[in-house]
Structure formats: C-alpha cells, structure tokens
C-alpha cells in the first residue's frame, strides 16, 4: 500500500477507476466495496479495523493461511536472484524445473509431467487445446468434442467459461464456443431427492453415457469435473458418481480431466480430491492453492498416455503463456509445498479438522432454515430451504443468500452464498477452536435470516 487514506476516499477511488471481476458496478457504487488491507492466519482486517474470519481462504486459495514466514521468503529471495525469465526457447529456470521435481513427489501416481499457467482459466484452456492435439496425434482429429457439466464452474476465459455450466456466463458473450456441451451435475438435493443419494449418482454419471452416445463415442474427447463442484455451491457428489464417470470414460476411450483448481493441494483431506473419490484421471488442472494464493501460478498435470502421445509424436506443441514457469510463482510454490508436507496439512483436513467440520455442520441441521448440510474435507455448505417440514428449497431465489451473506459481513465472518447455498472453504491450518468460531457465527447468521 503507497498511501494512507480513509475507508470512503478507498471506496470512491475503487468505484470511479476499478472495474471489478463478476460485479454489478452501479450497486459496488452505492454500498462501497469492503476494502481489505492486512491478514495474519484464518483472519482478515478492512479499513475500519474490524478482524473477519476468512472462511474462503480469499476465493478457495490460501490454503497454508495468510502471513507464512517460508512463502513471503522465498518470494524474495526469487526476486532479489531473478524476477523473471521465460520458459521459451529452449530455456528453463531452476524454479520451474524444482516445482516440475516437486509436483511428481506429491501428484497422484502416474503423473510426471507438468504443464505451467498463471491461472485456473488459462489451465483449462491449455487442456483444450492439449486434448485435441493428442487425439490429432493419434489419428482420430474428428474426436473434438468435450462435455462439462450444469454448474460446473473451469474459469472465465473463452474456452474456460464455455467448458463451465453457468447458464449466466453463456448468456453473454457468445458462449459456449463450438464443440464443447454439458451434462447433469450430481446435485442430489436439487435433483435427487425422490431417490436413495446412490441411485441418483449413477443416473447422474449416466446422462454422460447418454450424451456421449447421442454425438457418437468417436467424436468425443473428453469430459471434465470437479471432483466436488465449488463455485457451483460445493456440490459433493454420492460414492457412486465418480466410479461410474470413470468406467463410461474407459468404456468409450475418452479422456477424463480432473479439474483441481479448488479441490487440490489438501483441500479435500487428500493432495487431490480424485483421490478422495478413488478415480484415475487422464489430466488434472491445478491452480489457488499451490501457491496458496500468494501469487498466481496455475497448470496441467499431463498423465502418462498424453504426455508419451506428445512428447514422442508431436513435434512443437505451438501453446504457451509468457508467464508459463514463472520463477517467482515457481520458487513461492516449491515453498508452498514443502510447507503444507511440514506441516501435515493433509493430514490435519483429513482427521481432525474435516471430520471436526462436518459434525459441527451437522449440529446445523436443527436450525429452521436449514434443510441439509454436507462437507468433503475442508469443503461445507449449508443448504437453506423455504419449508424445514418439506425440505423444499428456495428454487434459485438469490435474495437468501445474499442477506445471509450480509450478515455474515457484518458480524465478521467470510462466507460465500451461491443461490441458497451459504458455503466454507476456510484455510487448511484452521482450528477446532477457530471452526467453533466460524460455526457460532454461522448460526447466529442463519438465526439473523430467518
Ligand atoms: N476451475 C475451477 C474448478 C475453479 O474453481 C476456478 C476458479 O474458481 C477456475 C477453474 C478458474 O481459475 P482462475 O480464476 O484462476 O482462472
């Protein structure tokens, strides 16, 4: 920060200069944004001085918590030795070639080659462009076509926003691009509810089988997921959903992508959440949290039958991003890494404060707005509902969510609404005692909203 000015000076300079991501700036306008200036842990601080519980590690990112001593050095020492050089040209840096290393040590097996973006986005436009060079490769050009899933949320870009499922995304802009369709989401509360939750994760893998049949199995590339949908309302799919997409993909030769860019780096009480859900897939994007956010860095986790394809057969692969290996991004990762290992953050997700998350969620269910709650690791939403007696949710009436959500704000907590899904995703060192903390507010939130 270069000056010192009051939080109204902020909040005007903010709304005459700054156009903000996925925001409505004649309402920015009239509330003035929140704004953040410091953060020590699982807590933020604003302009006014007041401490908020950051239960969305910023957007799904900071996993290791915010002010780690390892990170913020390594990040300087990578400036001070070299702040850049590019990865083009038969060059390399000893950032990116350590993180490559590192990343084989950490990945799930079978993943050994590591493609470098600075964004989630850019990753999953890289996975586009990648599988259809492979199938190309191969002999089988015509295999275009990638199916996502409703609600699925890969990024913003052109090809990200178009392999999403947001209908608001689409709506503007053109979008989806060409070649690329959507499939059911396994949302079961929405959708499934007249059915056990494992019946209605096999119905829901299988409208992938149906589509892919529908467009002919030779013409499709892949499909991509979330292993627990995040910015669609932490979606966690039944046992029986990820198994069934798996067989569909191997069924028919489609490629399967992961996409990780929320679930991996512990997030889900394993390094990757297809882990979690015992599924192998083909190629995992990656991003947030492995630099837990403290600079961008994002990528592709090639696996085996793509990567020899490529390597072996393709010549010049002409794809790439300036910033693809960055060595600042790389260094602060390697830390990020060596950091969540020391300090057995997955571990930690996996059993003690993910199940100690859940059951404090699950005390939730009392409440008379609440009509279900589910977690994955360090992952939770509380599902909202107009009628507690029938279950009957709020239809896709956002106004809940957002005097929810305001709630929280003022009584110094981070959450974020999606629809009527109020959801956590707080960072990976977080606390039985700091969850009591979150979950109190939570309720008291909730109370507030009714
Ligand atoms: N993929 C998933 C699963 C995400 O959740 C996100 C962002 O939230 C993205 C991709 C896009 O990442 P970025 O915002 O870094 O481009």
């Not at 989401?185 to 959708?191: A, D, G, I, S, V």
């Not at 046992?239 to 489609?254: A, D, F, L, N, V």
């Not at 300090?343 to 404060?353: A, G, P, Q, S, T």
């Not at 981070?414 to 939570?442: F, N, S, Y």
Request: glycine share 10%; proline share 5%; aromatic share 8%.
């Amino acid at each position: 920060m270069t000056t010192t000015r009051t939080t109204k000076q902020w909040q005007e300079a903010d709304s005459k200069h700054f156009l903000h991501p996925f925001t409505d700036h004649q309402a920015l306008a009239a509330k003035g944004a929140r704004i953040v200036e410091r953060a020590q842990g699982v807590y933020v601080w604003d302009t006014d001085g007041n401490k908020i519980l950051d239960a969305m590690s910023g957007l799904w990112c900071v996993n290791v918590g915010y002010g780690q001593r390892e990170l913020i050095d390594a990040a300087t020492r990578q400036l001070e030795t070299l702040p850049f050089y590019n990865a083009f040209f038969n060059t390399s840096t000893p950032p990116a070639i350590e993180l490559a290393e590192l990343l084989t040590e950490v990945a799930p097996e079978g993943f050994r080659h590591f493609f470098f973006s600075s964004s989630g986005s850019e990753s999953n436009d890289t996975n586009v462009r990648m599988v259809r060079r492979y199938w190309d490769l191969i002999g089988q050009p015509q295999r275009q076509v990638i199916i996502g899933r409703n609600n699925g949320y890969h990024g913003s870009t052109m090809a990200g926003a178009s392999l999403s499922g947001m209908s608001g995304m689409h709506a503007q802009g053109g979008l989806p691009i060409p070649n690329i369709v959507h499939v059911e989401q396994p949302h079961w509360y929405e959708l499934g509810r007249d059915m056990t939750p494992e019946a209605f994760g096999l119905k829901a893998a299988q409208t992938l089988e149906a589509k892919i049949l529908e467009i002919g199995a030779d013409k499709v590339a892949a499909f991509i997921g979330e292993p627990v949908q995040g910015a669609g309302g932490v979606i966690v799919p039944p046992s029986t959903y990820w198994p069934e997409i798996q067989r569909i993909c191997r069924k028919h030769g489609i490629l399967l992508i992961s996409d990780e860019v929320i679930c991996g780096f512990g997030r889900t009480g394993h390094w990757f959440g297809c882990q979690t859900f015992g599924v192998q897939p083909d190629l995992i994007t990656f991003a947030k949290g492995v630099t837990s956010g403290y600079v961008p860095l994002g990528g592709v986790m090639v696996g085996e039958r793509v990567a020899k394809v490529l390597i072996e057969q393709g010549g010049d692969f002409n794809h790439g991003y300036t910033y693809s290996g960055h060595p600042v991004a790389c260094a602060v990762a390697v830390a990020n890494i060596r950091l969540i290992q020391r300090l057995k953050l997955v571990e930690h997700v996996r059993d003690d404060v993910g199940p100690y998350l859940a059951s404090r969620f699950e005390e939730l269910r009392d409440h008379p707005l609440v009509g279900d709650t589910q977690t994955c690791g360090l992952m939770g939403a509380v599902q909202m509902v107009k009628d507690k007696a029938s279950g009957t949710p709020f239809d896709g009436d956002l106004a809940v969510g957002m005097i929810c959500r305001a709630h929280c704000f003022a009584n110094g907590l981070v959450m974020r609404a999606v629809g009527d899904r109020m959801i956590v995703a707080p960072p990976l060192v977080i606390t039985r005692a700091e969850i009591d903390e979150l979950v109190t507010k939570a309720r008291k939130c909730l109370d507030l909203t009714l």
